[in-house]
T-cell receptor, first 113, second 112 residues
Framework: EADIYQTPRYLVIGTGKKITLECSQT?????MYWYQQDPGMELHLIHY???????EKGDLSSESTVSRIRTEHFPLTLESARPSHTSQYLC????????????FGPGTRLTVT | QQQVKQSPQSLIVQKGGISIINCAYE??????FPWYQQFPGKGPALLIA?????SEKKEGRFTISFNKSAKQFSLHIMDSQPGDSATYFC???????????FGKGTTLSVSS
């Protein structure tokens, strides 16, 4: 079992609130990713990082932001949550040069009312 | 446009049968092609991956077949078991080599 953690697992929050989804890994991986996944659907990459102080936007446009101040920590922030942000957010990390091997956390299911 | 097309969307197989899921890639990197398995309430987990310089890779009951000319790869699950019931995603690496592009997923149900 991979050592990658996400909190909270479930979050129900009102429109306009600021939220931060936490992701931590203890494997020392440099590469980390955030995906958005609607139930039963494909994963869409929204952010990735190659290491400390490195962040890039993914293929799916997102109003969220990320930071990478420490290798093990890759939080995602929504400044003002909206119902359209309702989804599952998955964090992953990768050890190698080629990103085919990724370890995923259990996800945060976000509902914005 | 870089994409991975996966079929079928859902699959029902009897216990002991063979499950087959197909994927086709377009405009992606010609590099590793992984399959991920996801159970409800969990994140996906790497199941098996194949390098494009081989035509087949087998790990236990799971086999990936790769067809370079057709730009297709498939997952075969032999002797399917109820515990294999999950959603399976194929993926390819994007052209920049920075991330994975996932297929839409196949929900497999193995009936006992």
């Amino acid at each position: 079992e991979a050592d990658i953690y996400q909190t909270p697992r479930y979050l129900v929050i009102g429109t306009g609130k600021k939220i931060t989804l936490e992701c931590s890994q203890t494997m020392g991986h440099d590469k980390m990713y955030w995906y958005q996944q609607d139930p039963g659907m494909e994963l869409h990459l929204i952010h990735y990082s190659y290491g400390v102080n490195s962040t890039e936007k993914g293929d799916l446009s997102s109003e969220s932001t990320v930071s990478r101040i420490r290798t093990e920590h890759f939080p995602l922030t929504l400044e003002s949550a909206r119902p359209s942000h309702t989804s599952q957010y998955l964090c992953a990390s990768s050890p190698g040069r080629v990103p085919y091997e990724q370890y995923f956390g259990p996800g945060t299911r976000l509902t914005v009312t | 446009q870089q994409q991975v097309k996966q079929s079928p969307q859902s699959l029902i197989v009897q216990k002991g049968g063979i499950s087959i899921i197909n994927c086709a890639y377009e405009n992606t990197a010609f590099d590793y092609f992984p399959w991920y398995q996801q159970f409800p309430g969990k994140g996906p987990a790497l199941l098996i991956a194949i390098r494009p310089d081989v035509s087949e890779k087998k790990e236990g009951r799971f086999t990936i077949s790769f067809n370079k000319s057709a730009k297709q790869f498939s997952l075969h699950i032999m002797d399917s078991q109820p515990g294999d019931s999950a959603t399976y995603f194929c993926a390819a690496i994007n052209q920049a080599g920075t991330a994975l592009i996932f297929g839409k997923g196949t929900t497999l149900s193995v009936s006992s």
